[in-house]
């Protein structure tokens, strides 16, 4: 089921199984996604990353992520694009940036319980009755729904990790640290950039992050840069030291002694590895 109309507003319902599971592939530019496990079990690859999904399981993923292989018996997809529904515009309505999406450094993933599933039971039914239908007010109808399973999904998560013990000035302080550094690593590697950002200090970025994280923040920009320096060279015919100058690098042997450091290997290194695995 599609929803797309001449604003280029896009939103797409799809019950997944062996025989369509292909389309899990055809994501657009700046879309957003979520797959929610509906069988046993399901085996999806993101970046070269496997992960094995449990009943009820659901994954979010942005444009930033790349599917490699997926094998599911039944799912359900939810995708949409940034002109349907903008959670950056829309943040304090939902609360999903920096958590369900634009999470620097993991791919959020959330389990539902008995209670949990029942509710999104009856929000895909109420919103597959509503793609069917062409009546008045028909896509606010659509994202009132998408925003019934984005903030269930978030409340889902803070409860269920340690996020719940958390002050809602610190959970923003945490989501929003998420969103920069996921929009902004490429450029800024300090600490302080994102600290100004937040009109925070650095110090005091780092002091609530050992307290809640047990990460400092400079481990988790690292870590968005490792992600992509991987994706780059898994991916993309760049040389090592065009995804260095990409990643705000000028000098390759920094780079590189980052990426070893990281990794334990050296670029070109990693890039063989992957090369040999793909054989």
Known sequence: MVFENDSKEFLSLTELDSENQDSVFQARKLDKTFIWNTADSLAITID???YQLAKNEIIFLTEFHKIDDVRLCSARMIRFNKSFFCMIDQDSQVGSKGLLFYSATHVPRLLLNANEVEDFETSWKIFSK??????LLKKEMLETMLKRMLILSVRILTKS???QDLEKKQLDIIREFNYLVDSHFLKHHDVAFYASKLNKSPKTLANLFSVILKRTPREIIHDRIMI?????????????KEIAHQLGYNDLQTFSRFFRNREGISPIQYRDKCASQHK
């Open 130 to 135: 509503e793609m069917l239908k062409e009546s």
């Open 228 to 240: 992509h320096a991987r994706r780059q060279i898994n991916y993309s015919n760049s040389s090592i």
């Open 48 to 50: 070269k990353v496997p």
């Open 161 to 163: 990790t340690y996020l």
